[in-house]
């Protein structure tokens, strides 16, 4: 069993910065891709980055301001967020995939002001 918990949310203003952190319990290994997603009131949840054995894949609409990145030793995984912009704000999950299993954290509101 895996147990997720984000933090690091928060209200900001446009241009500002939010740096997010997920700490996983239980046994993870930096194969297991680990990874951000943020849901928008009335939208679908959305990839925002994932991280698998050091390489990361980040979603167009955040490239160049949003960077995730892993301690493995610390089970924990970083999302880096400069430049925000109103049209960020959500809740952001991470989650991680265990074998067929992917777990996810409850969630951290980030809210935009312009």
């Known amino acids: 069993q895996v147990q997720l918990v984000e933090s690091g949310g928060g209200v900001v203003q446009a241009g500002g910065s939010l740096r997010l952190s997920c700490a996983a319990s239980g046994r993870i290994y930096s194969y297991n891709t680990m990874g951000w997603f943020r849901q928008a009131p009335g939208k679908q949840r959305e990839l925002v980055a994932t991280i698998t054995s050091g390489t990361t894949n980040t979603a167009d609409s955040v490239k160049g301001r949003f960077t995730i990145s892993r301690d493995n030793a610390k089970n924990t995984v970083y999302l880096q967020m400069n430049s925000l912009k109103p049209e960020d704000t959500a809740v952001y999950y991470c989650?991680?995939?265990?074998?067929?299993?992917?777990?996810w954290g409850q969630g951290t509101q980030v809210t935009v002001s312009s």
């Open positions: 989650n991680v995939q265990v074998w067929e299993i992917v777990y």
